[in-house]
């Protein structure tokens, strides 16, 4: 039973700190990431093990985790409120050529990173040339071209 509350705690703790972490974090990964990446993983395991090295336990938090996610994914289905707090909601960073400072702050992006999608899904090269930026769900940046920029 211990090792289904541990389960419990630590999922319910990486959950807030990646959300508050924000959408950035998970789609550009850097060096210095995946390391802070491996040692949560290595510390979670710990965790959630403590000193019982045995299979059982080890299944047990899988299994735990597992249901979690699976139970989530069937609250957010049924609820848009949760769905929204959990995996957040598209925003606009930039609208017609103009970055959206706060939005941006907030979400940790800069015009450089709205710049790289924009060149590299569309082959543009100046903010006045985006109509939409839209930071999605994933992390991932959608640019939408003004109509000019797709003549000429």
């Known amino acids: ?3 289904v509350l541990r389960a419990i705690t630590l999922y319910a703790l990486l959950l807030v700190i990646f959300r508050i972490s924000g959408k950035r974090s998970l789609a550009q990964i850097t060096t210095f990431d995946f390391v802070l990446l491996l040692v949560i993983g290595e510390a ?4 959630l093990i403590g000193n019982d090295f045995s299979i059982t336990s080890a299944a047990l938090a899988i299994i735990t985790l ?5 139970g989530l994914a069937w609250i957010k289905h049924r609820s848009p409120r949760a769905d929204r707090w959990l995996d957040d909601v598209p925003i ?3 609208e017609h050529g103009r970055p959206l400072e706060s ?3 907030n979400e940790r992006v800069d015009v ?3 710049l790289a999608a924009a060149r590299e899904h569309h082959g543009l090269e100046r903010l006045s ?3 939409y930026a839209v930071l999605e769900r994933n992390g991932e940046i959608s640019i939408v071209p003004e109509k000019s920029a797709d003549s000429g």
Not at 44 to 47: I, M, P, R, S
Not at 66 to 70: G, K, L, N
């Open 129 to 131: 040339q985006i109509r």
């Open 112 to 114: 450089a990173d709205v």
């Open 92 to 94: 606009v960073i930039v």
């Open 44 to 47: 979670t395991q710990q965790a």
């Open 66 to 70: 597992t249901v979690i996610d699976i």
């Open 103 to 105: 939005r941006m702050r």
């Open 1 to 3: 039973m211990e090792t």
